[in-house]
């Protein structure tokens, strides 16, 4: 998989060459590049916003520097171009995520479908946001994605993109060193994950759930499982209502 990130704070994103990122990236597992808006400008104060038509608080930026910097980014991308009428087949396309307060909700799910892309660019906005039309100028070449963390409000598209990225980074076969991991944590099965415990058995006066030391896979499964529902029901409801009847089973039911 190749990322591209376009920021005026490429800096923000260098956490993304720590950790199990960074050591993807290392491997090989992992193709990404930064790229400077501001490169893209052809004022001497590198300009990238202005004030917004109609009036209100706050810029806008620009949409030219937008343009080619994304321009520089897809046809510098073997086969995103495409030759066929239209423009490059979807499956070719990169996938333009524009983090928004205005964008659908990043979930699991999504972080689950864009792992299986060959090529996501990320466009960091500043300000009040990027000038709509760079959106519809680049469904030319790009499947553009208003892409939101959540119900609050961020400065600008960085903090998300760090987020989004090691969500799908981690998805990617080989990023994780232990597959199973994926599949016993919080979301990965509709449901939180249940609570964890490490030595010692005995701290300043807690103990650990028996069950954890009975050595009795099938309880150990079970009481886990319980845990999940428990807190799920807790804090998550939502989460239940979601659930499908084929996500539980028989004894999910009667607990
Ligand atoms: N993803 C995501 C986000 C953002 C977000 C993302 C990009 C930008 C670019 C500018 N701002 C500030 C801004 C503030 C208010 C209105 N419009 C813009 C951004 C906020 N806020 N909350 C999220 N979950």
Redesign the pocket.
Known sequence: MRLDVVSIFPEYLAALDLSLIGKARRDGLLEMSVTDLRDFTADRHRTVDDTPYGGGAGMVMKPEPWAQALEQIRDSTPGSRGDQPGGPARSQRPVLIV???A?EV?TQETARELAERDHLVFA???????DERVLEWARESFEVRP???????????EV?VLAMVEAIGRLIPGVIGNPQSLVEESHSDGLLEYPVYTKPASWRERGIPEVLLSGHHGKIARWRRDEQLRRTSSRRPDLIERLQPADLDARDRAA
Not at 124 to 130: A, F, P
């Open positions: 983090p928004s307060p964008g990043f960091c906005g500043r300000y009040e946001g990027i892409m939101s963390l959540g119900d609050y409000v961020l400065n600008g598209g998300a």
